[in-house]
Nanobody, 121 residues
């Protein structure tokens, strides 16, 4: 079992940057692909980015490509999401996710509790 705890959310002006962190407990962290999703009230949770278990492959939603970077440090059991050039439409609760199958990124095995990101215009 994997427990995920996000941190790093907050309020930032448009054009600014934030780095989200997701700390995982459990000895199996480095066997999971990891992802970030986000959700705004009244909408479905949407995929943002994912990284393979060894960091060798990354995937991004079109809306964040070129602005967000996902990375991981298996020695620290942590995955990161560096968010640059933030826009008001990036405002959401961001969730960390542990994923077993890279070909089924939306079938998440474990979720974190979420961290709020608010981008003011």
């Amino acid at each position: 079992q994997v427990q995920l705890v996000e941190s790093g959310g907050g309020l930032v002006q448009a054009g600014g940057s934030l780095r989200l962190s997701c700390a995982a407990s459990g000895r199996t962290f480095n066997t999971y692909h990891m992802g970030w999703f986000r959700q705004v009230p009244g909408k479905e949770r949407e995929f943002v980015a994912a990284i393979t278990w060894n960091g060798g492959l990354k995937s991004y939603a079109g809306s964040v490509k070129g602005r967000f970077t996902i990375s991981r440090d298996n020695a620290k059991n942590t995955v990161y999401l560096q968010m640059n050039s933030l826009k008001p439409e990036d405002t959401a609760v961001y969730y960390c996710a542990a994923i077993d199958d890279w070909n089924r990124l939306r079938e998440v095995d474990y979720w974190g509790q979420g961290t709020q990101v608010t981008v003011s215009s």
